[in-house]
Antibody
């Protein structure tokens, strides 16, 4: 059974940094692209970033380019999101998600439980 | 960027009702449209992918249709566990996704 478990959230001041982790189990982690998706309190879902199965290709939404960095350690079945120069508007629950078993174009078929990041002074 | 617009933003329904949610893309996305259900405090759950393909384990009362710019999610007979928020998501520009703003389904 696929499990994705996020950690590393918390409260940070504007301009600060935080690193989120997403540990995967029950799958061949190195075979799948992975996503981070966030949800601000009371709001909808927003795609943040994607990393290819081998870590060679990465994509970011415009609002986090140059501030966030996605990476992965396939030997540890773990996905990371390094968040620097955090802004109040980055406050959200951050979910990691696995690309669909059949194709990347079919969305994400497994999601973690989410981790809360609060950016506040 | 491809914009996704859902309607309605919310609706009230009763158990047993047939519920329909619409999603419109700002440009043609072929059948690259996925639907998610999110219950309060929980992670999203994939219901349908490729506009009409039921994800494994999802009840058959959920169905999807559409192609191009207009898509529909239908729940044939609403069950108590279906009261939730539903999101469409385009994957035409995958891996750069866009979600609709969500449709909340609550108890009438």
């Amino acid at each position: 059974q696929v499990q994705l478990v996020e950690s590393g959230g918390g409260v940070v001041q504007p301009g600060g940094s935080l690193r989120l982790s997403c540990e995967a189990s029950g799958l061949t982690f190195s075979s799948y692209g992975m996503y981070w998706v966030r949800q601000a309190p009371g709001k909808g879902l927003d795609w943040v970033t994607f990393i290819q199965y081998d870590g060679n290709d990465k994509y970011y939404t415009d609002s986090v380019k140059g501030r966030f960095s996605v990476s992965r350690d396939n030997s540890k079945s773990t996905l990371y999101l390094q968040m620097n120069r955090l802004r109040v508007e980055d406050t959200a629950v951050y979910y990691c998600a696995k690309e669909h078993e059949y194709a990347n174009a079919w969305g994400a078929d497994h999601w973690g439980q989410g981790v809360l990041v609060i950016v506040s002074s | 960027d491809i914009q996704m617009t859902q309607s309605p933003s919310s609706l009230s329904a009763s158990v047993g009702d047939r519920v329909t949610i619409t999603c419109r893309a700002s440009q043609s996305i072929s059948n690259s449209l996925n639907w998610y259900q999110q219950r309060p405090g929980k992670a999203p759950k994939l219901l349908l992918y490729g506009a009409s393909r039921l994800q494994s384990g999802v009840p058959s009362r959920f169905s999807g249709s559409g192609s191009g710019t207009d898509f529909t999610l239908t729940i044939s007979s609403l069950q108590p566990e279906d009261f939730a928020t539903y999101y469409c998501q385009q994957s035409h520009s995958s891996p750069q996704w866009t979600f609709g703003q969500g449709t909340r389904v609550d108890v009438k």
